[in-house]
């Protein structure tokens, strides 16, 4: 599909993350006003909140725009989230007589202050990179057993918190935890020192599942609303003492970060691509009838303070061995009901090579091989870097972009508990 044209000149720019192609959802405020639901053209939002309340957009017998999400335009299903587009796209293309009455409501996005997106109901992190579960096999069991007995057949995951999850651009402070070395007597209570990221794409169910009823992989790709990126901040001393026997807790609770925009699955419809081929055959209920993933190339940058950016790693979403498709269907089997607003984080998305890694755990391989950066190296994060994650799909001169997934770690605050 090529750039569809529109009259917002800035939405032409082929630099730009929001072309007509993409016209992502978001919340926004400008100065003391309340925040309000935009979606994103070139370097505008276009406040249809304000649309709704003057009467230019209508998608229910009552307001959708009024609440500061996205959830209630989520809750009313597919068909109108493709009459909300459709309309969108006749509002803002060139040539639009629709220009008289939107182009009031253009906001700048210079102007405008970013929100959460939607209220986050659940959360829940897969390990779906084939490369990233080889890589940490390898690092904590060996390489003779890397992928767990499962790992081929079935979408590993666990369930995190939806409080934790923030948006791009808030900072936090490193964590504390218990840590133990392998040649310590006991534990001890300190601050991360082997903090990490992990680059994800986060898919935002839209619809709810009946409790007690699975839906296939085809209902669940019809479940799914957008995407963003999605970073997993992760204690990796924290996780390498807790993990066993239940798998993930404290190390994973800290933050994780997602970018401020929703990109929707029907400006993602051009670049559906399969899944890798499978060494063995998934079971009947894990098919999938067509491509269920997507070809958006990603990048991690890391700044430390005071200095300039360096990009350690560029990947593809086409590493991930399951979809978020195949991994919301998998997350009903047991009866399970999924709601409007759950958010669902692939995994790390690894290639093959090291710089094309989505961790730095895998980066500098567990610490053993620090990598340079701009004025210095890194094994892990240090105090006062900020890692941002970038994503886009590149079609006919535009491409679809998710804007920066950013997050800075402040030093750890003073011991809470005073011992």
């Not at 053993?368 to 890692?387: A, M, V, Y």
Request: aromatic fraction near 10%; hydrophobic fraction near 40%; charge should be negative.
């Amino acid at each position: 599909m090529p750039l569809m044209k529109s009259w917002v000149a800035s939405a032409n720019n082929p630099d730009t993350d929001f072309p007509l192609n993409n016209l992502p959802y978001g919340v926004f405020s400008i100065g003391t006003e309340a925040p309000r639901c935009g979606v994103a053209i070139g370097d505008m939002i276009l406040d249809v909140t304000a649309m709704e309340h003057h009467g230019h957009l209508k998608l229910a017998d009552h307001k959708v725009f009024d609440a500061q999400s996205w959830n209630k335009v989520m809750a009313l299903g597919q068909v109108a989230w493709t009459d909300l587009r459709t309309r969108l796209t006749e509002f803002l293309s060139a040539g639009a007589a629709a220009q008289t009455f939107v182009e009031p409501h253009l906001i700048s996005q210079a102007n405008a202050k970013l929100h959460m997106p939607f209220r986050v109901a659940e959360y829940t992190d897969f390990y779906a990179g084939r490369n990233h579960a080889t890589n940490v096999g390898t690092m904590f069991r060996g390489a003779e057993n890397a992928l767990p007995p499962n790992w081929l057949h079935i979408p590993i995951g666990y369930n995190g918190r939806a409080s934790s999850v923030i948006l791009s651009g808030t900072n936090f402070h490193r964590p504390w935890g218990q840590l133990k070395s392998p040649d310590a007597a006991a534990p001890t209570f300190a601050p991360s020192k082997r903090f990490d990221i992990e680059l994800e794409l986060g898919a935002i169910v839209g619809q709810p599942s009946t409790f007690g009823q699975p839906v296939s992989v085809v209902e669940a790709d019809a479940m799914i609303f957008g995407y963003v990126l999605l970073n997993d901040w992760s204690a990796r001393d924290i996780q390498a003492w807790e993990y066993q026997p239940l798998g993930p807790f404290q190390a994973k609770a800290t933050a994780t970060t997602i970018s401020p925009w929703i990109v929707t699955k029907a400006a993602l419809e051009p670049f559906r691509i399969s899944t890798p081929p499978r060494e063995v055959p998934l079971l009947a209920y894990l098919e999938e009838p067509g491509p269920m993933l997507y070809d958006i190339e990603l990048e991690i940058g890391i700044m430390p303070e005071g200095g300039s950016e360096t990009i350690i790693s560029r990947t593809t979403s086409a590493e991930l061995y399951y979809s978020a498709a195949q991994q919301l269907a998998h997350h009903t089997t047991s009866g399970c009901a999924m709601t409007v607003g759950d958010l669902l984080g692939s995994g790390t998305i690894s290639g093959a090579e090291r710089d094309s890694r989505g961790s730095l755990l895998e980066i500098s391989w567990g610490g053993k091989e620090p990598f340079t950066i701009t004025g210095g190296t890194r094994s892990f994060i240090e105090d006062n870097d900020t890692l941002t994650l970038r994503g886009a799909a590149h079609g006919d001169g535009y491409h679809i972009g998710f804007g920066p997934c950013t997050g800075k770690v402040l030093p750890a605050l003073n011991n809470p508990y005073k011992i």
